[in-house]
């Protein structure tokens, strides 16, 4: 700790902007239709769990960031369980500092509540947002600057009731652009089969199919599915089997022609370095909250470009804000990433967004939002609509 408490007091110099108070909002934001995948419990989600974090300074500028309470693929957050994580332990280690000391905040949060990703991505995204808005300029100048103006997203194919709905949700996607789609798979073998001839067959080689079992396959039901799935050119299997296999994971990209990408299995930097060691997957995909926001998918992108893997950008369902951090990131790229599904909140699967100006998906491409952070601004009447008090 000798070296952080070396910037501390470099910092207690530093009479610049300080973070003043730490705001938490929690939202109940209701999906446009109920969000279905594979999952051990639950049937579907009639609302998603956000907390949008406030930081404020004593110069006025307030940064903002969100994270979720998924409750999926290794997570057992509650908004309760965040927001006490945040009072107490990491409100006491905000107050005071300046915003520009995001390598020894983060730091100091990890040190204070080890792995608590979920609470620090709120954080972390919220310091760049404040950053950014104290010099003027977009998150995405803070990461190297601009690459691409626009970024191309996939969709996510819900889980529906039968074939034809699900080509209708495809078709819906299609016509407003989208060309890369993430089929969740994994509950029943043969309506998966189904699904995945009948994109096939409506949109031939128009578009990119991939397809997501969310962990919930054992390890035969995984090769028997992926295996007969070979015929319909799946582009990457997310997932299949559970978070903690990654043995299976490796064994599994060698028994089945296609790749595979790890999702639930990667959550910190360490867990991304067993993947690579093991080669048990070929493709990554970071998630704001699951992976703690900006400041950490930063370092998974460093560590997954340089072990030749593929990046895909993700997100759990959410709003604006954290469809703008993983917009800002993709911007900052100078390498390719893949048409993730970083945009799915945005993208329909919420039934409203809680900004003033919406990231909208245009033609299947976010544009890269300019305005100083994030460059989001909160709308206080849809904040006041879907507040919800513990
Ligand atoms: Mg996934």
Redesign the pocket.
């Known amino acids: 700790m000798t070296d952080i408490g070396v910037m501390r007091t470099d910092f207690e110099k530093d009479p610049s902007i300080k973070i003043r108070k730490v705001e938490m909002i929690p939202l109940h934001i209701p999906f446009a239709t109920p969000f279905q995948i594979a999952t051990a419990r639950e049937s579907s989600r009639d609302f998603l769990e956000v907390l949008i974090l406030r930081l404020h300074t004593d110069q006025g500028i307030v940064g903002i960031g969100e994270t979720q309470a998924w409750r999926r693929?290794g997570s057992a957050e509650l908004l309760a369980n965040l927001m006490h994580s945040i009072k107490t332990r990491f409100e006491p280690l905000l107050i005071g500092r300046s915003p520009f000391d995001i390598n020894a905040i983060m730091y100091d949060l990890n040190a204070t509540l080890y792995n608590s990703l979920y609470a620090q991505a709120a954080i972390g995204d919220a310091l760049y947002d404040l950053v950014g808005k104290s010099l003027n300029v977009p998150v995405h100048a803070l990461l190297g600057g601009k690459c691409r103006d626009r970024v191309r997203v996939g969709a996510v194919l819900s889980m529906k009731p039968n074939v034809e709905e699900l080509v209708e949700a495809a078709q819906a996607f299609h016509d407003r652009g989208f060309r890369h789609f993430g089929l969740k798979i994994g509950i029943d073998s043969a309506a998966d089969l189904r699904n995945a001839q009948a994109l096939r067959e409506a949109f031939g080689e128009d578009i990119v199919l991939r397809v997501?079992a969310?962990a919930m396959m054992n390890f035969d039901a995984a090769v028997t599915l992926l295996r007969k799935l070979e015929p319909f050119d799946i582009d990457v299997a997310?997932?299949p089997i559970a978070i903690w296999d990654v043995d299976g994971l490796a064994a599994l990209a060698r028994a089945v022609a296609m790749p595979i990408m790890a999702?639930?299995s990667v959550s910190t930097d360490h867990s991304l370095l067993d993947i690579i060691r093991q080669r048990a997957a070929t493709v990554v995909?970071t998630k704001t909250a699951k992976n703690g926001g900006i400041h950490y998918i930063r370092r998974l992108w460093h560590l997954a470009e340089a072990a030749g893997m593929r990046i895909y950008p993700?997100n759990h369902p959410s709003t604006s804000v954290a469809t703008s951090a993983v917009a800002q990131m993709c911007a900052a790229s100078p390498t390719p990433v893949m048409e993730g599904v970083f945009a799915v909140g945005v993208s329909g699967a919420l039934a409203d967004d809680i900004v003033e100006n919406p990231i909208r998906p245009v033609d299947g491409e976010v544009p890269v939002p300019d305005g100083p952070g994030l460059g989001v601004t909160l709308d206080e009447e849809k904040l006041a609509k879907y507040r919800v008090e513990f």
Do not use: A, L, M
């Open positions: 693929q997501d969310n997310e997932q999702d639930e995909q993700g």
